[in-house]
């Protein structure tokens, strides 16, 4: 799992800090809560460095895609719909693109198996 370098305007850009958009728009650096600059990466550069690891790709997933812009506040009511809308969301484009995290699933074969 990784933040998604291709969507991190969205949590800014929904709260309205303008500021922070650009910068993210511009790939400047990101503080996350702690105070501390994080990596991220776009979901080709995820697959590609698996690929060069040697682990095949299965599947990936956007996480958080209608709740990021929410922090740590509770989704409220409906919490089971909230979760399903996630789920819908996060195994299919364009919505798992917007995301902001990705969460791939891979795996390596092993010798013998």
Known sequence: MTKNQDALAMRPGLEG???????????????????????AHSAAAVATMLAEAGAATTAWYGVRVFTDHLGDAPVGE????????????????????????????????????
Do not use: I, K
């Open 17 to 39: 800090r303008w500021a922070d958009t650009l910068t993210a728009l511009r790939g400047g650096p990101q503080l996350g809560n702690l105070g501390v600059t994080s990596r």
């Open 78 to 113: 409906n919490f089971d719909l909230v979760l399903d809308a996630e789920w819908e969301a996060g195994r299919r484009d364009p919505y798992r693109r917007v995301a902001r995290l990705l969460h791939f699933v891979a795996w390596t074969a092993r010798e013998g198996q």
